[in-house]
């Protein structure tokens, strides 16, 4: 598997909104620093994403010093504090987990309710919650942020490049939301892997990503189509479900930067 490198890195640093590409992250004890850090709830407390709301996909996410920055059409500016501790703290669930969460206050939820057109607010995780990943695929200690499950998705270029061969039109990797992309293997390598070290930071392949109708939505205008899950469902099914790209969890901090050799620790062929 000599040759493997990472070669992309991207991040999301709220949940269902447009993430970020990076050339470098530091990698905490949730993931990469920030990603999946800030979530939008409904009047319930329970988690919002683009399944609902597709026009969530037209909320851009933009880094400046000690700012977080969304940015969506027709709407000013919207800046929140990548460290602030609020005070009010709300119950919130992702899925089956419920956990507590920061309010962002109500010129945020404002801002966001204004913009999609449902009321909505939108929560931190603090540091001191801890949500811990599935216990089906990890370890007691795991644990991960906003995102729906693990701290890190990964496809390699080759899996793309395999299914954009079959579409009529081809799709970008940001359709599919990764936080890792590989190259230099062949497509759905990913598949066959147990454990990976990317630089030095040691990963566990727990799971097969299953996809979702959010693939199917174009980020730029938000509209759905039947792409690319009808085309995956021809030859990446198992069940009643579509399979595409597999989710990691990584076994210590330290930091990624794209261009990093990929090491297959342990995999299926072996």
């Known amino acids: 598997m000599a040759g493997i490198v990472l070669s992309g890195l991207f991040f999301y640093p709220v949940k269902s909104l447009t993430g970020l590409g990076l050339e470098r992250a530091p990698v905490d004890e949730r993931g990469i620093r920030y990603d999946r850090h800030w979530m939008l709830v409904d009047g319930q407390g329970r988690f919002l994403s683009q399944r609902e709301l597709p026009a969530m996909t037209r909320i851009k996410t933009q880094l400046a010093p000690g700012v977080l920055r969304l940015k969506a059409p027709g709407m000013p500016d919207l800046d929140l504090d990548l460290d602030g501790e609020r005070g009010k703290r709300l119950d919130v669930q992702v899925w089956r987990d419920s956990c507590q969460a920061y309010f962002e206050g109500a010129s945020a939820a404002n801002w966001l309710s204004q913009y999609l057109e449902v009321d909505c607010r939108l929560v931190s995780m603090p540091r001191q919650t801890l949500r811990p990943v599935d216990q089906r695929y990890a370890e007691p200690r795991d644990q991960v942020g906003f995102a729906d499950g693990f701290p890190f998705m990964l496809i390699s270029q080759a899996s793309l490049d395999d299914l954009n061969s ?48 959010i693939t199917t939505i174009d980020p730029d205008t938000a509209l759905k189509g039947q792409e690319p899950l009808r085309t995956l469902g021809g030859y990446r099914r198992e069940g009643n479900q579509v399979y595409f790209g597999q989710n990691l969890i990584h076994d210590q901090p330290g930091e990624l930067h794209t261009g990093m050799p990929v090491e297959i620790l342990e995999s299926a062929d072996e």
């Open 166 to 213: 079959r579409l009529d039109a081809p799709l970008p990797m940001r359709r599919f939301r990764p936080n890792l992309v590989v190259a230099g293997c062949e497509p759905y390598a990913e598949d066959r892997w147990k454990r990976i070290r990317i630089g030095g930071i040691s990963f566990r392949v727990a799971k097969p990503c299953s996809r979702c109708v």
